[in-house]
């Protein structure tokens, strides 16, 4: 839901930025309602942010067992402002080594195993580019 309401408000933005396009109050309007008829369901969005949680919470679970790797730190991070969870990939040995894979819309629109495969198969490219920048 927060995520469909952010959806929203970026369009109006974009609409009122754009000097190409000629939007009418009313379609303003009609837009904002639209948005705060969103806002104005906050059992939607609390039942929809726990269903996201359980979600994430397999993830993490799906993806510790596939990784193993002791060099690799995973970290798992949920934004409380409405912003895309992501999950942080640090090479142990260099803490400056990091790589963030975000959750965005298309990831999350997967089952948490689909998303588990996907987080595992990147975590596995950042080692294999870690591993080939220090071999040489």
Known sequence: M???IKAKMDELIALL???EVTVSEKEMIVKLEKVLELMNNPEQIAAERAKLQERLKAVVTLVDKASVDPDIDVEYCVS?????????????EDKYVERKIRLTDKYLDN????IAKLVTFSIEQFKEEIDS???G
């Open 2 to 4: 927060e995520r469909e």
């Open 17 to 19: 930025k754009d000097p």
């Open 80 to 92: 409380e402002n409405g912003e895309a969870p992501y999950i942080a990939v640090k090479y142990a």
């Open 111 to 114: 089952s948490a195993e689909e």
């Open 133 to 135: 920048v220090q071999m």
